[in-house]
């Protein structure tokens, strides 16, 4: 298998059915929002609420103080890692019921193999606006902007391992429908495997190893460090772009696999 060439077949399936991912992303978020009076306005209002209600938690309730860090850093810090993690429950969230809510939809062209794709789409929207948010607070934090440029290949890297992670949760909760209730408790592990409330240096050394196998953790350091400081880590880039690089590869391997035995409960 060429690696290089399953990620570039990846950019131009997305590429080439680009009006149908949009069209039904649109649809998504539509039918997700109507009845409501402010409607597509709450893809923008959750973020702001979110950043809002947490940053008046921090700083005025718990009102905590971190070595070498401002409260703008702080609350830049905490907020980074919390779009990060909402949008990756999220993803697994909307993947645990996305082949049997999505498979009719065959039928005005998305085919079962770009079911992943259109939700690890659809859920980057949300954190794409997150990460607008972000930027807007680490330049109020840094005064500097250079560093901003660097946020859109994220996004992009984000991306791939989404698309790779919808992969392996659309047919493997197809296949055990209990992995459905374990989603809750994967989200409270993640957020104590997962440096938003603390850094990284406050992890004790004996726990550590917790942490080299949660791909969230290397998303999350790397993400706040280029918008509390500015510091581009090359470490930290290296990690996250082997495992965007590999996700969606394995991904669709599994899911390819795995599809068969599960098809047949789809149709019904």
Not at 14 to 38: D, E, N, P, V
Not at 68 to 79: E, L, N
Not at 128 to 153: N, R, V
């Amino acid at each position: 298998m060429n690696l290089f060439k399953e990620n570039i077949n990846l950019i131009r399936d997305i590429y080439f059915k680009r009006r149908m991912y949009i069209r039904l992303t649109k649809a998504h978020f539509f039918g997700l929002y109507s009845g409501s009076r402010l409607g597509l306005y709450w893809i923008i209002l959750g973020p702001l609420i979110l950043l809002a209600l947490y940053s008046l938690t921090y700083t005025l309730v718990y009102k905590i103080v971190l070595p070498d860090y401002s409260v703008s850093q702080y609350i830049t810090s905490v907020y980074a890692g919390l779009i990060l993690l909402l949008s990756f429950m999220n993803l697994l969230s909307s993947s645990t019921s996305a082949l049997k809510t999505n498979f009719r939809l065959r039928l005005f062209g998305l085919e079962v193999e770009s079911i992943p794709i259109k939700i690890a789409i659809t859920e980057c929207i949300p954190f794409a606006i997150g990460l607008f948010l972000l930027a807007i607070l680490s330049f109020l934090s840094t005064g500097k902007f250079i560093h901003l440029f660097f946020l859109p290949l994220f996004l992009i890297l984000y991306l791939y391992f989404s698309i790779g992670i919808a992969r392996f949760m659309t047919v493997f909760s197809a296949l055990f429908k209990d992995v459905t209730y374990i989603i809750p408790y994967v989200g409270i592990i993640l957020l104590l495997v997962t440096p938003i409330s603390y850094i990284p240096s406050m992890i004790p050394v004996g726990m550590k190893v917790l942490f080299i196998f949660n791909p969230i953790y290397y998303f999350c350091v790397f993400i706040q460090k280029l918008a509390i400081n500015g510091s581009f880590d090359f470490n930290f880039f290296m990690i996250i772009f082997v495992i965007s690089f590999f996700t969606p590869i394995l991904g669709k391997k599994f899911f390819i696999k795995t599809l068969p035995l599960v098809r047949d409960s789809l149709v019904q």
